[in-house]
Protein backbone atom coordinates (compact mmCIF):
# COMPACT_ATOMS: atom_id res chain seq x y z
CA UNK A 1 0.00 0.00 0.00
CA UNK A 2 0.75 3.51 -0.71
CA UNK A 3 0.77 6.31 2.45
CA UNK A 4 0.93 9.87 1.49
CA UNK A 5 1.21 12.76 4.20
CA UNK A 6 0.34 16.16 2.99
CA UNK A 7 1.90 19.61 4.34
CA UNK A 8 2.58 23.20 3.64
CA UNK A 9 -1.26 24.04 4.01
CA UNK A 10 -2.22 27.20 6.00
CA UNK A 11 -4.12 30.86 5.72
CA UNK A 12 -2.82 33.79 3.36
CA UNK A 13 -4.20 36.70 1.48
CA UNK A 14 -5.49 36.82 -1.83
CA UNK A 15 -2.38 37.18 -3.76
CA UNK A 16 -0.13 35.21 -1.68
CA UNK A 17 1.52 31.86 -2.57
CA UNK A 18 1.54 28.76 -0.42
CA UNK A 19 3.58 25.28 -1.51
CA UNK A 20 2.00 22.03 -0.45
CA UNK A 21 3.79 18.79 -0.46
CA UNK A 22 3.35 15.25 -0.40
CA UNK A 23 5.36 12.58 0.80
CA UNK A 24 4.75 9.15 -0.92
CA UNK A 25 6.10 6.10 1.43
CA UNK A 26 5.22 2.50 1.26
CA UNK A 27 4.73 0.54 -1.62
CA UNK A 28 5.83 3.12 -4.19
CA UNK A 29 7.23 1.58 -6.77
CA UNK A 30 4.41 1.20 -10.04
CA UNK A 31 3.32 4.94 -9.16
CA UNK A 32 1.72 5.83 -12.47
CA UNK A 33 0.61 9.03 -11.66
CA UNK A 34 0.08 11.37 -8.97
CA UNK A 35 -1.69 14.59 -8.06
CA UNK A 36 -3.73 17.08 -6.06
CA UNK A 37 -7.60 17.16 -5.23
CA UNK A 38 -9.39 20.05 -3.34
CA UNK A 39 -12.89 19.95 -2.14
CA UNK A 40 -15.27 22.69 0.03
CA UNK A 41 -18.31 21.40 2.10
CA UNK A 42 -21.08 20.66 0.13
CA UNK A 43 -19.14 20.08 -3.41
CA UNK A 44 -17.98 17.32 -5.15
CA UNK A 45 -14.31 17.00 -4.78
CA UNK A 46 -12.21 18.27 -8.23
CA UNK A 47 -9.18 17.59 -9.71
CA UNK A 48 -6.90 20.57 -9.30
CA UNK A 49 -3.78 18.91 -11.23
CA UNK A 50 -1.89 15.63 -11.91
CA UNK A 51 1.48 14.88 -13.21
CA UNK A 52 1.81 11.48 -14.75
CA UNK A 53 5.21 9.39 -14.83
CA UNK A 54 5.21 10.53 -18.79
CA UNK A 55 6.08 14.06 -17.68
CA UNK A 56 1.76 14.67 -18.41
CA UNK A 57 0.03 17.04 -16.44
CA UNK A 58 -3.12 17.98 -16.70
CA UNK A 59 -4.35 21.31 -14.63
CA UNK A 60 -8.19 22.57 -14.03
CA UNK A 61 -9.00 25.38 -16.60
CA UNK A 62 -9.68 27.79 -12.75
CA UNK A 63 -5.81 27.40 -11.73
CA UNK A 64 -4.24 27.07 -15.18
CA UNK A 65 -1.11 29.72 -15.51
CA UNK A 66 -1.18 30.31 -11.36
CA UNK A 67 -0.32 26.34 -10.22
CA UNK A 68 2.39 23.86 -10.96
CA UNK A 69 2.68 20.33 -10.40
CA UNK A 70 6.26 18.97 -9.56
CA UNK A 71 7.93 15.82 -8.14
CA UNK A 72 11.23 15.04 -6.84
CA UNK A 73 13.22 12.82 -9.35
CA UNK A 74 12.98 9.88 -6.91
CA UNK A 75 9.06 10.46 -7.13
CA UNK A 76 8.63 10.00 -3.11
CA UNK A 77 7.80 14.21 -2.64
CA UNK A 78 5.27 15.51 -5.25
CA UNK A 79 4.36 19.34 -4.66
CA UNK A 80 2.14 22.02 -6.07
CA UNK A 81 3.49 25.77 -6.22
CA UNK A 82 0.33 27.89 -5.45
CA UNK A 83 0.51 31.34 -6.86
CA UNK A 84 -1.58 34.50 -7.15
CA UNK A 85 -4.29 32.59 -4.90
CA UNK A 86 -7.77 33.57 -5.23
CA UNK A 87 -10.48 33.12 -2.72
CA UNK A 88 -12.30 30.58 -4.25
CA UNK A 89 -9.17 28.10 -3.87
CA UNK A 90 -10.30 27.72 -0.07
CA UNK A 91 -10.60 24.10 0.14
CA UNK A 92 -8.96 21.03 1.93
CA UNK A 93 -6.61 19.46 -1.17
CA UNK A 94 -5.58 16.22 -0.90
CA UNK A 95 -2.54 14.21 -2.41
CA UNK A 96 -3.22 11.37 -5.24
CA UNK A 97 -1.35 8.16 -5.66
CA UNK A 98 -2.46 5.93 -8.60
CA UNK A 99 -0.21 2.66 -7.71
CA UNK A 100 -0.81 0.48 -11.15
CA UNK A 101 -4.73 1.17 -11.19
CA UNK A 102 -5.54 1.93 -7.28
CA UNK A 103 -5.97 5.43 -5.75
CA UNK A 104 -4.57 6.22 -2.46
CA UNK A 105 -5.08 9.34 -1.03
CA UNK A 106 -3.47 11.48 1.85
CA UNK A 107 -5.57 12.94 4.94
CA UNK A 108 -5.97 16.49 3.20
CA UNK A 109 -4.37 19.73 4.16
CA UNK A 110 -6.84 22.99 4.83
CA UNK A 111 -5.73 26.21 2.12
CA UNK A 112 -7.74 29.29 3.33
CA UNK A 113 -7.45 32.58 1.35
CA UNK A 114 -8.78 35.63 2.57
CA UNK A 115 -9.69 38.80 1.37
Known amino acids: QVQLVESGGGLVQAGGSLRLSCRASGSIDNIRLMGWYRQTPGKQRELVATLSNDGNTNYADSVKGRFTISRDGAKTMVYLQMNNLKAEDTAEYSC?????????WGQGTQVTVSS
Open 96 to 104: LAMRFALPF
